[in-house]
């Protein structure tokens, strides 16, 4: 048997090749179909309902349409208030293995929580959807911060810097997984044992499959820097995201590492900027779930107490776009805002709608071609076409 060994960051090698990693500009995701109004918390008639024809049909438009990802949330339960937002969802694994199956270019992830799967059966998992999507799976892995659904596993008494060590230790486990030819590890950590650790098969991506990190805290910009390919910033300008991706670019390259950099936004697109604003008033305050948004503000901001103000500017976030960096406007608008954000130094955007059925196919014809026309991203598809 090996001994357990201390990790060493140089260790973790980054990932360079696939889709995701090629100089062809700004990578797009579909992310937060598996979920209720994943985009937005609204009333609205029109918000998010999920089925499966209908999320293996729009996650084939993206892949058509050259998309890089789909990335789905990890979610147990929802905001409750009148329409439960984010409550009724698919779980992560089997909704990529299932499309994995169903598509053959667009990087699938699953997105796990670190305290609610052990390390072995995650590094298994992966690795069979790795087999099934010869080559297409990646994992985001989520700390967790909504205590009552971690509480359902019994596991919602870590604290933040807790949760994010426990993390850690949850990917050294399942690195040396898919990468220790060693039939027996011994792994002894402050929160995590595990004796005579095997797996096989290895997944076959080089080094591994690509592991996404979506915190903003400090706390989570440290563990993204020494072990994710693909992390997360959040601003509320194209300056503010230049000097974040700066700062985890400088982190990562503490730990001798290099990683690329995302947000993730929400679309709200209109033939003018006028009729986009129009829209997203008569979803995010005339058709609001106030109570809904209450309670994920409570949730996620852990009951932090902030002045009424602060409150209600992050109210009608949440309610207009979970959020996510704002792109509100025409087509045209919103290709400048993108062209903003790849200038800025970001590699891809993870995108919501509060209607993908609407969204996702008037975001491919009217806003895809402009950020072609512009030079932002060349697709995959426009690739294979030349080829
Ligand atoms: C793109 C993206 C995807 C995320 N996916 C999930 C998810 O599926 N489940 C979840 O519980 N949290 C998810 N999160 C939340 C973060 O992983 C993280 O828990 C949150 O930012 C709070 O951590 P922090 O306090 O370290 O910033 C996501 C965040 C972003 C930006």
Redesign the pocket.
């Known amino acids: 048997m090996t001994q357990s060994r201390p990790p060493t960051e140089s260790a973790i090698p980054r990932h360079t090749s696939g889709p995701l990693f090629t100089d062809t500009g700004l990578k797009l995701?579909v992310?937060?179909l598996n979920?209720t109004s994943a985009g937005a918390v609204t009333a609205s008639p029109d918000r998010h309902e999920i089925n499966w024809d209908q999320n293996v049909r729009l996650v084939r438009l993206a892949e058509d349409a050259g998309f890089e990802a789909a990335?789905?949330?990890?979610?147990w339960r929802g905001f409750e208030g009148q329409t439960n937002p984010w409550g009724t969802s698919f779980e992560?694994y089997t909704w990529a293995s299932a499309l994995a199956a169903l598509t053959s270019r667009i990087s699938i992830f699953t997105?796990s929580?670190c305290l609610t799967v052990s390390p072995v059966f995650a590094a298994k998992q992966i690795a069979t959807i790795d087999a099934v999507s010869r080559g297409r799976i990646g994992l985001?892995?989520?700390?967790?911060?909504?205590a009552k659904?971690l509480r359902m596993f019994n596991v919602e008494t870590l604290d933040?810097e807790a949760?994010?060590g426990y993390s850690e230790e949850w990917l050294d486990i399942l690195l040396r997984l898919w990468s220790e030819d060693s039939d027996d590890f011994d792994y002894r950590g402050h929160w995590l044992t595990v004796e005579g650790g095997y797996s096989h098969p290895k997944p076959s991506q080089t080094p591994h499959p690509p592991l996404?990190?979506?915190?903003?805290?400090?706390?989570?910009?440290q563990?993204a820097a020494r072990y994710a390919d693909i992390a997360?910033v959040?601003a509320l300008d194209p300056a503010g995201v230049a000097k974040k991706v700066r700062e985890i670019r400088e982190l990562a390259a503490g730990f001798e590492r290099e990683l690329s950099v995302?947000?993730?936004a929400s679309v709200v697109c209109a033939d003018t900027d006028r009729e986009a604003a129009q829209l997203l008033r008569q979803y995010s305050e005339v058709d609001a779930d106030e109570t809904a948004v209450r309670n994920a503000i409570e949730w996620?901001m852990g009951g932090a107490q902030m002045p009424p103000e602060q409150h209600a500017q992050l109210a009608s976030a949440v309610a207009a776009t979970m959020a996510?960096y704002p792109l509100v406007g025409s087509p045209e608008t919103i290709g400048r805002q993108l062209s903003d954000l790849s200038a800025a130094g970001i590699d891809g955007v993870?995108l919501t709608w509060m209607n993908y059925e609407n969204g996702l196919p008037r975001f491919i014809a009217d806003v895809l071609p402009i950020l072609e026309r512009e030079g932002v991203r060349r697709s995959i598809a426009g690739q294979l076409d030349q080829s």
Do not use: C, D, K, Q
């Open positions: 995701g992310f937060g979920v990335i789905p949330f990890s979610r992560p997105t929580h985001n892995v989520v700390a967790g911060w909504f659904e933040h949760r994010y996404m990190n979506a915190a903003f805290s400090a706390r989570g910009h563990l997360f959040s995302w947000v993730s996620t996510g993870a």
